[in-house]
């Protein structure tokens, strides 16, 4: 059972515009957030994170924004620039295990 | 400061044969989580060791065991190889459970059963 949802496969982004990223959760004892970017034969890389206690926190141009009524958050990018193009996975954890849950990914595609 | 490393980067078996697959975690950490990432997937929790024991397991058969070492590294056996066995074995570290939970990942290794 998918308990991390990221219903969009992928996007396609002009360089300089904004990319936004969905992720939906169904677990309410989820109380920590975070991004992940993954380029091709690499682990994925720490990007962001938000706690539950928050609705947004930014770092640079990446920005998560945390609705807990809806059960969603999402990743802002602005600009978005040609090397961000990877996939970038959503994932949840609570606090009271180990486990990161994950969502399928987005395909994030900067075009010049 | 060093990052989290994971040994082999490739690995060819047979179904039926048996696996072992390294990590060695970034300073400082002190506990390893091992994920599988199948082909078009999120990675998926098989478990974490923390103070040389597995402390929890996702939905993963016994046949997927591990240990950690003193130095915090670690080691991910597989038994029975299966043909869906096949994936991205990533390990994961970080500091213990309520002081951090951002989990720092190495490059993966990429077991092909055959």
């Known amino acids: 059972d998918q308990q991390v949802k990221q219903n969009s496969p992928s996007l396609s982004v002009q360089e300089g515009r904004i990319s936004i990223l969905n992720c939906d959760y169904t677990?309410?004892?989820?109380?920590?957030f975070l991004w992940y970017k993954k380029y091709p034969a690499e682990g994925p890389t720490f990007l962001i994170s938000?706690?539950?206690?928050?609705d947004k926190n930014e770092d640079g141009r990446f920005t998560v924004f945390l609705n807990k009524s809806a059960k969603h958050l999402s990743l802002h990018i602005v600009p978005s620039q040609p090397g961000d193009s990877a996939v970038y996975f959503c994932?949840?954890?609570?606090?009271?295990?180990?486990?990161?849950?994950f969502g399928k990914g987005t395909s994030l595609l900067v075009t010049p | 400061e060093t990052g989290v490393t994971q040994s082999p980067t490739h690995l060819i078996k047979t179904r039926g044969q048996q696996v072992t697959l390294r990590c060695s975690s970034q300073?400082?950490?002190?506990?390893v989580s091992w994920y599988q990432q199948a082909l078009g997937q999120g990675p998926q929790f098989i478990f974490p060791?923390?103070?040389?024991?597995?402390?929890g397991r996702g939905n993963f058969p016994p046949r997927f065991s591990g240990l950690q070492f003193p130095n915090y590294s670690s080691e991910l056996n597989v038994n029975a190889l299966e043909l869906d066995d096949s994936a991205l074995y990533l390990c994961?570290?970080?500091?213990?459970?309520?002081?951090?939970?951002?989990?720092?990942f190495g490059p993966g290794t990429r077991l092909t059963v055959t």
């Open positions: 300073s400082g950490h002190n506990t």
């Open positions: 994932a949840a954890i609570s606090n009271s295990g180990y486990a990161l849950n």
């Open positions: 677990n309410s004892m989820f109380d920590y």
């Open positions: 994961a570290s970080s500091l213990e459970r309520g002081r951090s939970y951002e989990q720092y």
């Open positions: 938000i706690s539950s206690i928050k």
């Open positions: 060791y923390y103070r040389e024991e597995e402390n």
